[in-house]
Each structure stands twice: as C-alpha cells, then as structure tokens.
C-alpha cells in the first residue's frame, strides 16, 4: 500500500507547485496583457485606442473615447450600449456623462423598451464606437481635473429568430487611470510613470495570431471588415469676415468586400478636435449638415444611396469642418477626425435599410500647408523677384 500512495502523492505535489505556473499562463494569455485600458470580458475585448478632451462654448468639458471591440468567440456577437451608463469622474470629482442619442456612435442604444442590434460583430471580428462625455461647471473658474476614471455598461443582444432578439448578458466596463493622449490601451507616459505599474486582468482567452493589415501600415488609414478608408488629403484654411478656421478633409474609400457596397454619412457625426483642445463643427446648431460632398447623407427621415461601391471599386468624398469665429486664439497643428458611415441597403419600392453604422477615428492628422502659409510663401516669393527685377533695372 505505501508503495502506490507514494507516486500518487507525488504527483498531487507537483499538480500543486503547477498551479501558479497555470495561473501565471492564463495572465500571460490575456488579449489585455500589458494594456491598462483595457477590458476582457472573455466573450469580447474592448480597448480605449483614442481619448480626447476639448471644450464646448465657454465652459463646458467633452471628454471623447474611441472604444475597439473586438470578438473573442468564433459566432457572431450582437452588443449595444445601456442608455446613460457612460459616465466619466475626474481626480477633481468632476462628473461627465453622456447625454443624447449624438453621444454614442456606432453603437446601438438599449433602453427600457427599445432596442438597436446594429453593432454585429462576425468571429474574430472587430469595431470601433465613439462616446462623448461632458461637464458643465456650476460656476466661472471651475477647476477641472486631468486624470480620469470611465465606466459604461453593454449589453448582449441574442437572436431568437431572422428578425427578432432580446436583450442578453450585461458587461460592466472600467478604465482607469485615462489621460488626453492615451491610446491603444496605454495610459500616457507621464500617467503611467506617475500610477506605477498596473497588472493585467487574467484571462483563460488564447491570444488570437497577427491579422493581415489592410491599410499596409499607413498611418492615416482606418480598416473594417468591408471597407478601408484612408485620408489623402487634409487641409485647412482661415476663411470669411470672420476669419473662420476651416478645415477639409478627403477621405478615399474603398470596398474590400466580394459584394456591392452603399454608403453614406450619418448627418451630425463629423467632428475635428485639434491638440489644443479646439473642436471645429459640421455646421451651426439648428442648420442642416451639408458638410460632406461626393457622398449622400443619412438622417432619421432619408438616406441618400447615391456613394455605391462594386468589389474592388474605390471613391472619394470630403468633409469640411469650422471653427467659428476664433478669434486669436491659438491654433493646433494637428488634428483628429471622427466620423460615422452608414452601410445601406436598398429594398423593394425604393426603401433603403441602415444596416450598420461605422464609426472611424483618424488620429494625429497633420494638416498639408494651409492656405494662409501658401499665401505667405507666395507673397514671399513674389516679394522675391520684385527685390531681384528692381536690382536689373538699376543702370
């Protein structure tokens, strides 16, 4: 008898001294490991890849976070946004929350009674959504604060036939530690040296293999599972009485799908933040948005279907942005761009169906010369040879 309880014995032991080795695995395995803002709900994968803040009118604070989720099972997954779970406190108190329907992009809403199963995700698939949190202070000189804490909450959306669903599973998503400048997943330098180090959560998920890289590493390029869209051209502008700062983007897109594809813009999506805190609009409250040309417009009344791509096929539309009336103030020198395309598809006696709303985030855009320097460098140029013809002349 001792001797068959001994080697049993001894493998139990070693099972043990294993165990730690198998937890320290599972960490390692985590698709969060070594990204701080991120969460791992073993299902799906969300990461903070871009944070903002700016500022609205006189005194109102936006903080804006670009979310990418990404499927972590091989089936597809439906998730929307819980209405008024986005909330956001600064190392000030501060509270942002996220109010309206114009604050989440991307995502569908969950409410009480509604819901919108738009944001599907295949296997392995990934998106992005935008959320936009804002403070307005209870008085002149209000301090606000740097560091912040976010939390949202998604819900699952499960099929129960071709056309109906109800509400599943609901995730609690916490990110700490968030600073301007934070991105793909990292808390800025500066934050990260001040916190120390932060431990991964741990995940028995395997680490999904090296996706192919449809944007070729180019930097101001924004692929999805469709389509890739890349800005060629950025520029900006001080233009009228006022001298509005105005900036136009081109944005080139094109289908890398099998099928046709039909986009359009969600009217009221567009908007500039430069690195100085500035935001630039589509247009003026109260206005229709007119600001994209070469591509229809999508509102809750119409969508226009006229920006169709066949398999392979590639177009450009441009989005103009202003910043009105800026004064002297200062101007940043670079910029980041986000916006919503919606795929649609057409239906019998001229109906057209939202399929899915895509929300793109182009960060770091540094705008090609603007006019006014052009303008400059001409005015130097022609000053030039005005200096040199003068000099000819002389006798």
């Known amino acids: ?191 990260a040296a001040a916190a120390g180090p932060t431990a991964a959560p741990a995940s028995a998920t395997p680490p999904s293999g090296p996706a192919a890289d449809p944007c070729l590493g180019k930097s101001r390029c924004f692929a999805t599972p469709g389509f890739v869209a890349e800005v060629v051209n950025a520029r900006d502008s001080r233009e009228g009485t006022y001298r509005d700062h105005v900036v136009r983007i081109t944005v080139k897109v094109h289908n890398t799908s099998p099928a046709r594809l039909i986009l359009g813009y969600k009217s009221g999506s567009s908007v500039v933040i430069d690195n100085l805190g500035n935001r630039f609009y589509w247009g003026r409250a109260g206005t229709y948005d007119l600001s994209a040309s070469g591509i229809g417009t999508v509102t809750g009344q119409k969508a226009d279907p006229g920006f169709a791509l066949d398999p392979g096929e590639s177009r450009s539309a441009t989005f103009t942005l202003v910043r009105f009336r800026p004064g002297n103030t200062a101007t940043g020198t670079a910029f980041s761009w986000d916006v919503v395309l919606t795929q649609l598809e057409p239906l019998s006696g001229g109906q057209i169906r939202s399929v899915r709303d895509f929300a793109l985030s182009f960060p770091d855009l540094a705008p090609n010369a603007s006019d006014a320097a052009r303008g400059a460098a001409s005015d130097a140029g022609k000053s030039l040879i005005n200096d040199v013809l003068k000099r000819v002349r002389k006798p």
């Open 1 to 191: 008898m001792p001797a068959i309880r001994r080697p049993l014995i001894g493998r139990l032991a070693a099972a043990l001294v294993a165990l730690p080795c198998l937890a320290l695995s599972a960490q390692s395995a985590s698709p969060c490991a070594g990204k701080p803002l991120c969460a791992d709900n073993r299902e799906f994968v969300a990461v903070l890849t871009d944070v903002r803040l700016s500022r609205v009118g006189t005194s109102d604070r936006v903080v804006t976070a670009t979310l990418r989720i990404t499927n972590l099972t091989t089936q597809p997954l439906i998730l929307g946004y819980v209405d008024q779970s986005a909330v956001s406190i600064d190392d000030r108190g501060n509270r942002y929350g996220a109010y309206g329907d114009d604050a989440v992009r991307g995502l569908g809403i969950i409410r009480a009674s509604t819901f919108d199963p738009k944001f599907a995700l295949a296997g392995n698939e990934t998106a992005d959504a935008r959320i936009e949190m804002r403070w307005r202070p209870e008085s002149r000189g209000a301090i606000y604060g740097s560091v912040f804490d976010m939390e949202l909450a998604l819900r699952r959306i499960d099929p129960v036939t071709a056309q109906q669903y109800r509400v599943g599973r609901e995730y609690s998503l916490a990110f700490r530690g968030i600073t301007e400048g934070s991105r793909n997943g990292q808390i800025a330098a500066a934050a």
